[in-house]
């Protein structure tokens, strides 16, 4: 339940602080190309601290390694306080990046501390069921922000530049307000949710005699087979959800959903209002929602299957039905191909915590070592959508898919692989 609680809160951390970039964006007077930067920041942690994460566990065990890792969050929620005061753009970034550094320690340690609490039969499954957690908190974190931090109009750069004197001040330091508040809340809760680590009695899962090395480690074929299964999921799962309201506009969706009154009624109820007023992005990017939530439901459901059935043929599943859902989608128009790309968020979901109890089968002490190179893997959300964009450029978002359909495959494969070997010493 206390590893569950670490899960739910970097989900929710993680989707708080998207909801920040507009009114950033407003507040530091940023291009487009620098708010974007805010991501990079993100998976940028990951690439870079996950393996100095994974030594720092084999040094003080998972327990401790938790509680740095919350309080490395903490500092950088705090830090968000004077990069709003001073609106510095760089302090903001250092916020971002150590925020994200701490939830990278949390990744490297929770991950395989929850395959290990129990059966090995069992690892996927309770691993589903925590990632089902985390993905609870990326869909209440929208409401959240919404309500705490863009609750009031966020005024455009011209606005500001028009305002003189005290009324400049007095709305920047509203501004500035707006973010600081709940991150300072935030970082209070997460203090206490360390001190609760503290007196917890978490059992010792890492010999102190011996941990292993990293040479061990890239000799583990099946282990590094699942680095690159990581690599390819979040890449898949990020892309298709970074593009699908610019896929929507491509296939000019916007008059179908209005002249079909069941769609119009579901972006009414989600938009709160009517749609005939609204931007073409903000009518297909509500859709968006299903994607993301596909991915909550089919862990839930996940943490069942994986529990019944042996998880390397329920990814196998999961990969060819996600795949054969890409090809309806290229192949067809309107809302059925809207639909179908939709619900492979449902069946993104139980991928990653599948792949890497997977990928730690039969890995003993090198378990900090491993979930460091697979949490590491998580940048692949960083190279994988540029690279993406860069085919629909070129070709189009109907063949550029294509390039998804291999990164499903590769996962389909290494399911396969998987589902005939008994799960052992995760």
Known sequence: MLLTLLFFLWGFITVLVDSLIPRLRELFTLSYFQAGMV?????GAYFILSIPASYILSKI???????????????????FYPAASYRIFGIFMLAYFILAGGMTILQVAANPFVAVLGSEDGASSRLNLSQAFNSLGTAIAPAVGALFILSDKIKTTEEIEGLVGTAKDTYLASEASAVQTPFLGLALFIVFIAGIFLFAKLPKMISE?????????????????GVLGIFFYVGAEVAIGSYLVNYFLDMNLVDVIKENSFMKSIAEGILNSG????????????????????????????????????????????????????????STTGL????????????????????FTLALNGIGDLKPKASGLLCMAIVGGAIIPPLFGLLTDNVGFKSALLFIVICYGYILWYGYKNSKNKLQNV
């Open 39 to 43: 991501q990079f920041a993100f998976f």
């Open 209 to 225: 005699e011996n941990t292993g090395t990293y040479a061990e480690a890239f000799k583990n074929k099946n282990l590094m087979l």
């Open 275 to 330: 749609i005939t007023e609204k931007d073409s992005k903000a009518i297909v990017g509500v859709f968006v929602t299903f994607y993301w939530s596909g991915a909550m439901i089919g862990r839930f459901a996940g943490a069942y299957l994986t529990k019944i059935m042996k998880p390397g043929k329920v990814l196998g599943i999961f990969a060819t039905i996600a795949i054969c859902l890409i090809f309806v989608s290229i």
């Open 336 to 355: 059925l191909s809207m639909w179908s790309i939709l619900a492979v968020g449902l069946f993104n979901s139980i991928m990653f915590p599948t792949i």
């Open 61 to 79: 065990g998972y327990k401790k390694g938790i509680i740095f890792g919350l309080l490395t969050m903490a500092l950088g929620c705090l830090l």
